[in-house]
């Protein structure tokens, strides 16, 4: 089969299309063929090496497809079965191990192209908006990068929870998708002042989701109210340096947090409640997720480029097929 193989850490270009040994199920897993892959900014993550990840490895965590065979212990999924899953390593493949602990069956509403990233975006958004803060309906939420794949769904989530959502984006056409999923106002970055933003917000907001990190951090910090709460779950500009703590205590008695998904769908019991949340929605339509983008596995750079260059809105997945 091909795969995409990291043999060392760095840019998009160390994303190689290659031929590797079609892998095996274990004990517990599933083998499926996927039909769309996901793409995420972990991704590039591990690819850069800000998280750890020993080469050679194929990257992904996430897609959807057709189980093709299953491991010893298997009992809930088989052959034919429509899944899809997040936490399994090396999905950018025509094949992939997935453990069976991580996969669910796919409502027969959805796409492939929404399956395969609806899971590790829509289960971070329902965690940070549903475990991560205090604010209650009626409060001022801000939301960073409200046009991407987690932004609109985190959008869509405030709005649903009764909050007031300010987003933030870097373009006015990405403004008008934020504005579309239900956001209250919203401010390009160079516009998102913590000024601004507390005058907007009736002297600061509640919770402060923020997934772009060092650019962000400090004018987030300073947008909160008095016992407010920082969501630092990503580092798309780079990770945060360390600050004095004191700073906390100064603005206002502040909270700081920064969650992972693994955390919060530890069991399989809480998986499948946040995957069902979330698929469910999605099934309904009471949620919307925007795929903006489609890329051949060959391609899987050129996916990389186009999201860490802000170039596309909403998810990305890549076509095992193409």
């Known amino acids: 089969m091909h795969a995409i193989v990291v043999f060392s850490h760095g840019g998009p270009d160390v994303l190689e299309y290659a031929e590797v040994k079609d892998p095996e199920p274990g004990i517990g897993e599933l083998l499926v063929r996927p039909v769309r892959i996901g793409v995420n900014y972990i991704d590039t993550y591990f690819r850069e090496g800000l998280y750890p990840r020993e080469t050679p490895y194929i990257p992904g965590d996430e897609g959807a497809g057709v ?3 299953v ?5 809930e999924f088989a052959p034919g079965d429509r899944v899809a899953w997040c936490r399994a390593e090396s999905s950018y493949a025509q094949y ?3 453990p069976a602990a991580h996969a669910v069956r796919v409502p027969d509403e959805l796409s492939d192209e929404v399956a395969a990233s609806a899971l590790l975006q829509g289960m971070t958004a329902h965690y940070l908006v549903n475990d991560t803060h205090r604010a209650v309906p009626g409060d001022y ?3 960073h990068a409200g046009a991407g794949g987690v932004g609109q769904l985190l959008i869509q989530m405030c709005v649903h929870n009764g909050f007031k959502v300010i987003a933030t984006t870097s373009t006015e056409d990405k403004a008008d998708i934020a504005r ?3 956001a209250q106002a919203v401010l390009r970055y160079e516009d998102a002042s913590p000024e601004t933003i507390k005058r907007m917000s009736d002297g600061g907001v509640a919770t ?4 772009v990190g060092a650019s962000t951090f400090n004018n987030s910090l300073a947008s909160l109210r008095a016992r407010g709460t920082m969501v630092l779950y ?3 500009s780079g990770p945060v340096p360390p600050f004095d703590i004191q700073r906390l205590n100064s603005g206002g008695s502040l909270q700081l947090t920064r969650p992972t998904l693994a955390h919060f769908i530890s069991t399989r019991e809480e998986f499948l409640d946040r995957a069902g949340d979330v698929l469910g929605a999605l099934a309904r339509g009471e949620l919307t997720l925007d795929v903006g983008a489609t890329f051949p596995l ?4 050129r996916a990389h480029r186009a999201l860490q260059s802000r170039a596309t809105t909403g998810s990305i997945v890549l076509d095992p097929l193409a």
Do not use: N
């Open 67 to 69: 189980v093709v065979t």
């Open 71 to 75: 491991g010893t212990g298997v009992s």
């Open 96 to 98: 992939v191990r997935v």
């Open 141 to 143: 939420v801000l939301v």
């Open 180 to 182: 579309a999923r239900g």
């Open 208 to 211: 402060v989701f923020d997934g």
């Open 234 to 236: 990503g580092a798309a």
């Open 298 to 301: 060959s391609e899987a750079a």
